[in-house]
């Protein structure tokens, strides 16, 4: 990507010359403070303290016509004392000071005159200030001491070298924009109907779906000038900075236009504006007040289409999201089940692949995969490759990477002990039996009892056959129990239970509570919301919206609920308990089983305990 830099000499200048001021000030005043202070005295004083022998050494300055002298310290005096007195045509002063033991022969070095002493610093330090700024504008591009500009980098067209194909399964958002594109390369099959373009487009959606990419994108497709800067880059430590910088911005693209701005991770300046009077942030709120009146300033027949990126489109401020500004919102989603293999397609052209790789099967086992983590999954596996001195990426690199970002990596020296991995063994298969023993359950694909370093011990892998955009409520219950399942079996075959059901405690409960409290799916309550869901992009977190007993009521329910699947769970694996050593005891010696063995195991007619299959 190519960047233009911005000349810019006014700052350089505006903080040499505070510097220069700075100097003179301190040179006029350092001396006076940090020099001795004198005293004048007239001849008469001077010729009685020589007497008195008070005086240490004098200096007989002709050329000033006076003599500066230096009385003996007084012990407790820390600074000689100076003396001044006017030179008078004394022929027996050489004899007194002789006389008195006054050292009168020692001169002072001569002073530098004053002019000297003020400017050599001076230049000094304006010679140093130069180079340092020299140095600096070297080091950061041009614009490292300026104030209140923008340092939006300006990308050429056509350079970023990303386009509308690098970006898969987000079709809706490419439409939108290229609509976009288009507008700015004919705005005249637009203008003649009376049609207005929209002044700003917003893109919302989780992070890593490709928000920054589609923008990139769309300066690569435009071949116009393309703006880009961060919402924190207007975030400065002076009020009114970051005002400035907008008003520097828009300044720049009025004359650029046509040109396109792009404003990433908006919601650092656009949060909404709450009238608290204490630690209100009335440098955000400037920034946000000047952006608003930029985007209401110019007219959006000249081309300038603002772009912004956030995941956090809740907490923008309404007044960015009327229409008139970003008053098109373009959703970027987590990708599909088609869009996930477009996407692993697009990234795995990049590396070095065996010849008929199945995407479609990575791209299933992916299930809430983003864009970004669909990246990193082609990635690791190319690692992965490299590791085991292979040239090209196998299927099984792309299967264990999709775990690597699920789950973390494989802990090689984790050693579970026997005892441990036997828990693990029934704790796994008990999950799996319950899954396979319901309707309505996805397959299992892979059993592992190979620690991870996300911190499971083993793990169980479901994945579904196609895209799963609704749940019922047998199939949300049939999870819940699945995931009791563990702790059932641990329960039923070696009678103690473990902590290791932790983590399926708490997604049995989430999932019991969204049942009751969001999807309006229990009998008592019916179709009513509990729940208010704040971010929705990121994690999700929800907080209740009910009266206290309604919220306890609600408590007991999920408690029920919960108990219920277990029991289920329960009442399955008690069903099957021959199944359930066979399996754990198969899964102890394998350590990893992989969906169709399983099934293969289960549908044996009879397992017999303890025998290898
Ligand atoms: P966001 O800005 O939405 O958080 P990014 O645009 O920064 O996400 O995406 C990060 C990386 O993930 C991209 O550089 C790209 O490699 C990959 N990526 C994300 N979404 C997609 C997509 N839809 N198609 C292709 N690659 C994607
Ligand atoms: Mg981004
Ligand atoms: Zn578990």
Known sequence: ????????????????????????????????????????????????????????????????????????????????????????????????????????????????????????????????????????????????????????????ASETGIHFSDVQGEDEAKELLSEIVDFLHNPSKYTSIGARMPKGALLVGPPGTGKTLLAKAVAGEANVPFFSISGSEFVEMFVGMGAAKVRDLFKQAAEKAPCIVFIDEIDTIGKKRDGAAMGGNDEREQTLNQLLTEMDGFDGSKGVVILAATNRPESLDPALLRPGRFDRRVPVELPDLVGREAILRVHARKVQCDPGLDFGVIARMAAGASGAELANMVNEAALRAVRAGRSRICQSDLEESVEVVIAGYQKKNKILSNKEKLIVSYHEIGHALVAALQTHSAPVTKITVIPRTSGALGYTMQVDEGEHNLMSREELENKIATLTGGRVAEELALHSITTGAANDIEQATKLARALISRYGMSDAFGMVAFEEIHNAYLGGDASMACADETAAEIDRMVVALVQRQYDKAKALLSENMDKLHALSKYLYDHETITGDEFMHLLEQPKLVIGQDV
């Open 1 to 156: 990507m190519k960047e233009v830099k911005q000349p810019n000499k006014k700052g350089v200048l505006y903080f040499y010359a505070i510097a220069l001021a700075l100097i003179l000030v301190a040179n006029m005043l350092l001396p006076a403070l940090i020099a001795p202070r004198t005293e004048t005295v007239n001849y008469n004083e001077f010729v009685r303290m020589v007497e008195a022998g008070q005086v240490a050494q004098a200096e007989i300055q002709s050329e000033e016509n006076q003599i500066v002298f230096t009385a003996k310290a007084d012990g407790d005096q820390k600074m000689q004392k100076i003396y001044v007195t006017a030179l008078v045509d004394d022929a027996g002063l050489v004899d007194r000071l002789l006389t008195n033991n006054v050292a009168f022969t020692k001169l002072w070095p001569n002073t530098p005159s004053p002019l000297l002493t003020a400017l050599l610093p001076i230049l000094l330090m304006t010679a140093l200030s130069f180079w340092m700024i020299k140095s600096m504008q070297k080091r950061m591009g041009a614009g490292a001491m300026s104030f209140g500009k923008s340092n939006a980098k300006v990308y050429v």
